[in-house]
């Protein structure tokens, strides 16, 4: 009986998605990583299998009910078990109120709440049979606090924190471990470097998040004791104003 366990990453991206599931991997879990185009998964892949580690890539939406429900019975079917499910799409847009229209407020509320649903539920289902698992919902700094010019983000990361709280209180108790992180910095990815060079020059300072420990505080969250299981987590450089 194979005794292969798989890691679950939802917006596997070329930074912090990327970098957990390769952390992940290297402690022998399989990675399962999903984009909506699985060919730009390809670089990845390939580095998580230079590495040692093995990985599928799923092209997937995760606002798509049918889309979840496929995949993980797929996963669980044919790769390996569920033993953790990191969501981390991130759907950051910034609108004055008055600019947002009906379209961008729906979808980003799908891609970071509803999505988020979805994955939630339906690696629970998986879970609960087994009575152990670890889920980590990825949030921001809007996640708590509303901003000018964030009213979409901000109400659909506000969603997707009480839904890990409501989560963390029903599934704690039957053995699963629920999280949400709150990264409140900037990242180190090309899009920070490209669109905000005097922040990206703070990297030789360590004041924007390395994606490569962000991703070493989740498998942290996951080897947690029942004992002392961490709900919430925040995560930030050392020179950020909060």
């Given at each position: 009986m194979s005794t292969s366990k798989s890691v679950l990453v939802i917006g596997a991206g070329d930074a912090t998605g990327g970098a957990i599931a390769r952390r992940f991997a290297r402690e022998g879990l399989i990675a399962c990583v999903t984009r909506r185009q699985a060919d730009k998964l390809a670089p990845l892949v390939a580095?998580?299998?230079a590495e040692g580690g093995k990985a599928h890539a799923f092209g997937s939406d995760a606002r798509i009910e049918a889309d979840m429900v496929?995949?993980?019975e797929g996963i669980e079917?044919?790769?390996a078990?569920?033993?953790v499910a990191v969501f981390n799409i991130g759907a950051n847009v910034r609108f004055d109120v008055t600019d947002t229209t009906e379209r961008v407020y729906r979808k980003v509320w799908e891609m970071?709440?509803?999505a988020g649903f979805l994955t939630g539920r339906e690696v629970a289902k998986a879970m609960l049979k087994r009575g152990h698992g670890t889920i980590i919902f990825t949030g921001a700094?809007?996640?708590v606090r509303?901003?000018?010019g964030f009213s979409a983000f901000a109400g659909a990361k506000h969603a997707l924190r009480a839904l890990a709280q409501s989560m963390a209180r029903e599934l704690g108790p039957k053995g699963i471990h629920v999280a949400h992180t709150l990264i409140d910095g900037a990242i180190d990815?090309?899009?920070i470097a490209e669109n905000f060079p005097q922040r990206y020059a703070l990297k030789d300072q360590d004041g924007i998040l390395n994606p490569e420990h962000i991703a070493e505080s989740y498998w942290q969250l996951h080897r947690q004791p029942r004992s002392a299981w961490t709900q919430e987590m925040d995560l930030r450089p050392w020179m950020e104003t909060w």
């Open positions: 580095q998580i299998e496929a995949l993980v079917r044919d790769i078990p569920i033993e970071a709440a509803l700094t809007a996640s509303g901003a000018a990815t090309q899009f």
